[in-house]
Every structure is written in structure tokens, then in C-alpha cells.
């Protein structure tokens, strides 16, 4: 489990208040999510576009995706309603970092109105060493990273392409990309004192064993905690892999790899992959009492 007795001092002194990073906080703090994040510039083999972003979330009803002027005013809104509310977090439906337009003004219309708000995002990497300057000029103080693979072999598996510098690269040569970009972007993000977690979805026959060695990489490189997700699989829809069938793991496959991984970088157990447009304390989802249609007209 995460708490303050396997984190760093000057780490835990940051996350004591974020509900996703301290269990202690989780009860008395409130996160929300906006989906601001129109589009993706990788494809998972696991992603359903028609839902939100796994880099942080579970299928489920699609989120409404909102301008950053919406975003903002249903920011508020929470605030508002919810005094518990310390942390704004951008997690899809697609990258926050693409088309990082969306999700820049977005945090600069709340941090107007909300200077004390927590912002962070989670990110697949592939854009991030293009932006780090902006995340600590405007004080993002927590990053996600999903990181599933640091061999691009392994990685041919999982993404069958990236979109960079103008094209579409396949195969080993588009994940060996997204791996160096995700390393770099990692290692200049902590150089700078941002706190990066790292998320890995757990893909059975595909990655289980390897994440030890994602486990190594990202502690060497400064990754506060890591955070290893089920696949969740939904044969209904043919989220996994295409219409493959891919099947998610069982508790006790999950349990063994993040147990393998203690010693290795901080294992986070307690992460519910919220939806891409959750409200509330952690485990309670209130976003359907703040749709488009229920808030106010104005930022106030
Ligand atoms: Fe889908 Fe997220 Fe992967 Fe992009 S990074 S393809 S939105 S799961
Ligand atoms: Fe926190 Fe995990 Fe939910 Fe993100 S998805 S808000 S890290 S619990």
C-alpha cells in the first residue's frame, strides 16, 4: 500500500493532499477529471475510442468531451458544490498532451478563478519532452505516464502505430519512438522536481513478466510511484486487441506481478481508473450531477 511510511519525506509533503496518492487523503480530498483531450497520437491495441483514455480510465458511457471554456465553467461549478475538490486532473478522452491546446487553456481559465487547485495530467509520453517547460511554468505539479513495455519488440505487441513529426510509424521502429520518448520525457520531468507516476496496463500472454524490468526503468529514473492496472477487457465491445478476445488478468495474476515489483519502484494499489470525466472523493463517481446541460451558462 501507499502512505507515508514507503514514501520519501519530500515526496509524501507533496501527495499528503492528493486523494489518488495518499490513502489517508482519499477520504477528505476530491479529485475531478475534465475531457478536454479531444484526440490520441498512438494506438493501443487495448483502446476503445468510443470511451476514455486508458491511460487512467475504464471503459464505461462515453465522456461528454468539453471546450476548455466548458471545462473551466464545469470546474467551478464542482468547486462549488464540492469543498473538498484539490485536484484537477486531465486524462482524456484522448492524450492531454496532442493537441495540448485544449488542456493548457483549460488550466489557465481555472487557475484564474482557482489559483489553489492541484493540476496534473496523465499522458501516453509520446509528446511530452515537447512540453515539459510549460507543465512546470504552470506549476502541473503531478504527471501520469503510462508506460508499458521498455522493449520495443514487446511494444510491436501493444501499439501497431504512433503518429510523429507528420507520419505514421508501425512496428518496432513506431514503438522503439514512443519508448525513447517516454524515458526522455520521464528523465527531464523529474530532473525538474515534477512528481511523475507511472501507470502500466497489465496485458496477460503480452507483458506480465516484462513489467519487472518497466518496474526498474522507471525507479531509475525517478518515478515516485507505480501504478500497475488491469487490462479490462470488454469482449462486448472488442476493446481488447481488436476482436481477438484478449482476456484481462485475474486478481491473483495482478497481485503476483505487483508483487514481484515491490523493492522496485513504490507499487500504487489503491488507483480505481476513474473515468475521463470523474467528480468526487475517490470510489464515488458524482460526474453525472455536473453534464454540460445542468451547468451554469457563465464562468462566474
Ligand atoms: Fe487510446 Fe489512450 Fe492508448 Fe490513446 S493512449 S490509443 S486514447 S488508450
Ligand atoms: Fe487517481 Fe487513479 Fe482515479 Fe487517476 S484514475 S484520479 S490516479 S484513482
Same mark, same amino acid.
Given at each position: 500500500s501507499s502512505g507515508p511510511s514507503d514514501l520519501a519525506p519530500e515526496v509524501w509533503e507533496k501527495v499528503k493532499d492528493h486523494p489518488c496518492y495518499s490513502e489517508?487523503?482519499?477520504?477528505?480530498?476530491?479529485?475531478?477529471? &475534465? =475531457?478536454? @483531450?479531444?484526440?490520441?497520437?498512438?494506438?493501443?491495441?487495448y483502446c476503445n475510442r468510443k470511451y476514455d483514455c486508458a491511460n487512467e480510465s475504464r471503459p464505461g458511457v462515453v465522456s461528454e468531451r468539453l471546450t476548455p471554456e466548458q471545462g473551466a465553467r464545469k470546474v467551478l461549478a464542482v468547486a462549488q458544490s464540492v469543498p473538498q475538490l484539490s485536484v484537477l486532473g486531465i486524462a482524456g478522452p484522448g492524450d492531454a498532451l496532442y493537441d495540448w491546446?485544449?488542456?493548457k487553456a483549460t488550466f489557465e481559465l481555472v487557475a484564474e478563478s482557482l489559483p489553489d487547485i492541484k493540476l496534473c495530467i496523465s499522458t501516453n509520453g509520446l509528446s511530452l519532452p515537447d512540453h515539459v517547460d510549460e507543465i512546470v511554468n504552470m506549476n502541473i505539479d503531478h504527471v501520469t505516464i503510462t508506460i508499458n513495455m521498455v522493449d520495443p519488440k514487446i511494444g510491436a505487441k501493444i501499439y501497431p502505430w504512433v503518429f510523429f513529426d507528420h507520419k505514421r510509424h508501425t512496428g &518496432? =521502429?513506431? @514503438?522503439r519512438l514512443l519508448h525513447?520518448?517516454?524515458?526522455?520525457g520521464l528523465e527531464m520531468l523529474t530532473a525538474r522536481g515534477?512528481?511523475?507516476?507511472?501507470?502500466?496496463?497489465?496485458?496477460p500472454g503480452i507483458n506480465d513478466e516484462h513489467l519487472i524490468e518497466v518496474n526498474k526503468a522507471v525507479k531509475e529514473r525517478g518515478a515516485f510511484l507505480h501504478n500497475i492496472m488491469p487490462l479490462i477487457s470488454d469482449?462486448?465491445?472488442?476493446t481488447a486487441f481488436g476482436l481477438s478476445g484478449q482476456r484481462g488478468p485475474t486478481g491473483q495474476e495482478l497481485k503476483k506481478v505487483q508483487d514481484a515489483c515491490e523493492g522496485g519502484a513504490k507499487m500504487m494499489r489503491h488507483c480505481r481508473q476513474c473515468r475521463a470525466d470523474a467528480v468526487g472523493l475517490l470510489g464515488e463517481d458524482r460526474g453525472q450531477e455536473f453534464?454540460?446541460?445542468k451547468l451554469p451558462e457563465f464562468l462566474e
Open positions: 489517508e487523503a482519499h477520504h477528505y480530498f476530491a479529485r475531478m477529471h &475534465v =475531457a478536454v @483531450a479531444p484526440a490520441c497520437n498512438i494506438q493501443c491495441n491546446r485544449h488542456a &518496432v =521502429a513506431a @514503438a525513447e520518448r517516454q524515458m526522455l515534477v512528481l511523475v507516476k507511472v501507470n502500466s496496463v497489465l496485458i469482449p462486448a465491445h472488442g453534464t454540460l446541460d
